[in-house]
Every structure is written in structure tokens, then in C-alpha cells.
């Protein structure tokens, strides 16, 4: 929101307000849409591919966004950018959460907001710094910036495995084996190891089962009931 106000195409319309408005509230839009469709997609593709998917819509979203001088390919661009935020929050909890030692765990996913607050911070000095330039680049520059972490994130993602729980559910034991040794690879015994993933086939196992047995809806139950005071 910040970023754009600062197009100075923009600064002549009259509807400048209205735009502004729906340059905030798209994005949101394509945050809720993604992370409604993040689990399908996770579902069938899995975790590392979402987190490529992510990269790939936010080159493509920031790259519309520094080019176009048009309010209406702008809101598309917020609309990419909206959903590959959304996926890139889901993904990175999701895939974090599984393949963290469990001793771990919560910590590693905690530093998420972490980071997130940091990126904030980062985010405000850029644009307080270019906020008095009278050309185009005191936007672009702001919006080039979201290229750095997805850049280095999509490269990163070349050296790791895919989740080897998601590797499970899809019958994959061999891949989520090797996934798991090349996660764990010299941080463990090998006694640790071989627990873990035991450890890991069972709750597999008891989530499939679980899986065939309950409906989509059965996450609703209870809502209204009277400990939640409706």
C-alpha cells in the first residue's frame, strides 16, 4: 500500500482514493483465495512445489506492477502478488513445521512472525528513503525489493528435500526415507533416526486412516455448541 501510493500516474485521477483502496484490499483478496486452494494444491503437488509456485507468481506480479503505468493491469498485479503472499505464508509454515526435528518445532515456526516483522521493518526504510524521488523509480524500487527473498528462497529450494511426511501420504516411503537422512543427515544417531521415523510412519498411518473415516464438514462440529457460547 505504502509502495504504490506513490504512482505518479495515479496522483492525477481523481478516483485516486479508490484506487488506492483497491490496490490494499486486492491484495488481501488474493492472500484469502490462495490460502483457501493452498491445501488442495498441497494435497496433490506438495510443499516444495507450492513454495516454486510462490516464487514464480511474485516475479511475475512485481514484474507488472514496476512496468504497467495502467490502474486496471495494476490491480491484476496485486491480485498475482496477493496470491503468491498466500501461498508463500502457507507453504513455509507447513513445510517448516514438518520437517523441523520436533524438539525444534515450535521455535523454528515461530520465527516466521519473526521475520515477518523484520521484512517490515526493512520494507519501511526502502520507501521512507525513496518517498521524495519525482520519478518512477520511488515505486519501483520499493517493489523490486520483493525480488530478493523469493529469488534467494527459490534457489535455496534446489538443495532441500521435499516434506518426507507428504512423501508418505502419497506411498512414497523410498523418497521420504532419503528425504528424511538428508534432513537429519549428521544431526542425529542413527538410533535417532530410525525412531523418528517409525515415529513418523505411525502418525502417517493414524492420519490416513483418520482421513477415510471423517467428512470434509466434521471440522465445523461443535462450533455451535454451547461451550462456544452460540
Not at 537422512?181 to 549428521?186: A, P, S
Request: include cysteine.
Amino acid at each position: 500500500m505504502y509502495v504504490l501510493n506513490h504512482l505518479h500516474v495515479l496522483l492525477s485521477d481523481p478516483r485516486q482514493s479508490t484506487v488506492q483502496r483497491l490496490i490494499s484490499s486486492l491484495l488481501t483478496l488474493g492472500s484469502f483465495v490462495s490460502s483457501l486452494s493452498a491445501g488442495y494444491f498441497a494435497g496433490f503437488f506438495g510443499r516444495r512445489q507450492g513454495l516454486w509456485v510462490a516464487c514464480a507468481l511474485n516475479a511475475i506480479a512485481c514484474g507488472i506492477q514496476i512496468g504497467t503505468d495502467s490502474a486496471g493491469v495494476l490491480y491484476l498485479g496485486r491480485v498475482l502478488l496477493g496470491f503468491a503472499n498466500g501461498f508463500l505464508v502457507t507453504f513455509s509454515n507447513v513445510y517448516t513445521s514438518e520437517v523441523a526435528p520436533a524438539h525444534l518445532r515450535g521455535v523454528m515456526t515461530a520465527l516466521f512472525a519473526y521475520w515477518v516483522q523484520i521484512g517490515s521493518i526493512l520494507g519501511s526504510v526502502v520507501v521512507n528513503s525513496t518517498k521524495n524521488r519525482m520519478d518512477k523509480l520511488s515505486y519501483r524500487i520499493p517493489i523490486a525489493c520483493l525480488y530478493i527473498v523469493p529469488t534467494i528462497l527459490g534457489i535455496g529450494l534446489f538443495f532441500v528435500p521435499e516434506s518426507p511426511r507428504w512423501l508418505l501420504h502419497k506411498g512414497r516411503n523410498e523418497q521420504a526415507r532419503k528425504s528424511l537422512e538428508q534432513l537429519r543427515r549428521g544431526a542425529v544417531t542413527s538410533d535417532e533416526l530410525e525412531l523418528e521415523w517409525l515415529e513418523m510412519n505411525k502418525g502417517v498411518e493414524e492420519e490416513l486412516k483418520l482421513a477415510k473415516s471423517l467428512p470434509f464438514m466434521d471440522m465445523f462440529r461443535g462450533i455451535f455448541s454451547p461451550a462456544f457460547g452460540l
